[in-house]
């Protein structure tokens, strides 16, 4: 696209777009310190800070054994910054020439955190940002963990711009259009491989959430249900077999149901072949590769569920990539503050708790701590 011929190529405004997304190890040593970081925040652990702090040291201690083990299938290391970097280079491509735009990475648990990426936004001249949160559902645990965490970098480094946020997009058409043509090709995909007279289920297996965090008023599971309505009304296809999930469980409460085990477990009842599409996330990591391609097949195999068929993430699909560009256009188009799929008819009904729009804000959050 070329600069409008009023505008001159130099008057572009210099908008940094800060790409939010939870971090993972980058070695097999940065596992616990990375663990340690995500159980020591108050929008995980809510509890005062001389309790969290000694809990959420023991429960990242007693959890890293398991979480090293999944990695180490992976390569000793998340695959989720280089996949961000991908999707921000595409994004960057994706903008157009009607705004000089930077995309930039702040992951809350691991390497780039925020303070280094609040840093490089202010010494790169930025004249605006647009903070877009790699989570299409917002939830105070992850997309308000992660604007506290940006807030209280840009005090400490002293960034002060005017900033846009696009904090939920669980709805947005062009997302629903992106993920349904990704589902369509690994329906058709798996459809081809089921045994002929067996159905093929959908299984939209969304990342869980301890149901107090529900109960205090998050609105993860509500906008979970609506990004599922809106990818099968989007796809159209008649009489599809669908059903919303819930995986990784890492603490003893009582989290989102049904998990995805027992989903399974009643596609196995049913002799159902499943389709599993992992509905929070929108690049792979562990969540996805470990526990979607090898725990769940495992199970899915064992329990005797006629076939088992997992559905790639969006990673830097160019259908995606236009939609996330469209969204960071239209906030700064709108010359709001955020822009969300809570307008009008889909308004949430539940209180829209630790969410800009409120100003309710989650938890205090402190910087993830835990060096290298
Ligand atoms: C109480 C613990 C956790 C809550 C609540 C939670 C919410 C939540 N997380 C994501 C997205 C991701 N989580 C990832 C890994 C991960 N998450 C937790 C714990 C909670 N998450 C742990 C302990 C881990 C580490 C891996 C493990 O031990 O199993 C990741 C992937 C990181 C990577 O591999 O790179 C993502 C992404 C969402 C969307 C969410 C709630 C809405
Ligand atoms: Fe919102
Ligand atoms: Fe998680």
């Not at 696009?166 to 709805?171: D, E, G, P, V």
């Given at each position: 696209m070329q600069p409008p011929p009023d505008r001159p190529r130099a008057a572009r405004p210099r908008v940094a777009i800060v790409l939010f997304n939870l971090g993972g190890p980058d070695?097999?040593?940065a596992v616990r310190p990375f663990l340690t970081n995500l159980f020591t925040d108050p929008a995980i652990l809510r509890m005062p800070g001389f309790l969290r702090q000694p809990l959420g040291r023991f429960v990242a201690w007693r959890r890293t054994k398991a979480a090293s083990e999944n990695y180490a299938i992976i390569g000793g290391r998340s695959p989720l910054l280089p996949l961000t970097e991908e999707q921000g280079a595409a994004l960057q491509g994706a903008l157009g020439e009607e705004i000089e735009a930077r995309c930039f990475i702040a992951m809350r648990y691991w390497h780039p955190f925020s303070e280094a990426t609040a840093r490089a936004v202010k010494e790169w001249g930025a004249e605006e940002v647009v903070l877009l949160p790699l989570y299409p559902q917002f939830s105070t645990t992850t997309t308000g963990s992660s604007i506290t965490a940006w807030n209280e970098a840009c005090a400490e480094v002293g960034l002060s711009l005017p900033t846009r946020t696009?904090?939920?997009?669980?709805?947005d058409d062009g997302f629903a259009q992106a993920t349904a043509a990704i589902l369509r090709r690994a329906y058709d995909d798996a459809r081809a491989q089921v045994p002929e007279g067996t159905k093929l289920r959908v299984l939209f297996s969304a990342h869980g959430l301890p149901e107090t965090i529900v109960k205090q008023g998050d609105p993860y599971q509500w906008q979970v249900e609506r990004t599922a309505e809106a990818i099968v009304e989007a796809w159209g296809l008649e009489g599809l077999d669908w059903q919303i999930c819930y995986q990784s469980r890492v603490t003893p409460q009582k989290w989102l149901g049904p998990s995805t085990e027992e989903a399974l477990h009643k596609a196995a009842e049913e002799k159902v072949a499943v389709l599993v599409h992992p509905l929070a996330f929108v690049s792979e990591h562990s969540e996805t590769l470990v526990e979607l391609d090898v725990e769940y097949r495992e199970l899915a195999h064992k329990l005797g569920v006629p076939g088992y068929h997992r559905c790639p993430t969006q990673n830097s699909d160019p259908a995606f990539i236009a939609a996330m560009a469209a969204l960071v256009h239209r906030v700064r188009d709108a010359g709001e503050r955020r822009l969300c799929s809570f307008a009008g008819a889909r308004q949430c009904p539940k209180v829209h708790s630790g969410c800009p729009h409120t100003g309710v804000k989650p938890p205090r959050a402190q910087s993830a701590k835990v060096p290298a």
């Open positions: 070695s097999p040593e696009l904090c939920c997009w669980h709805s």
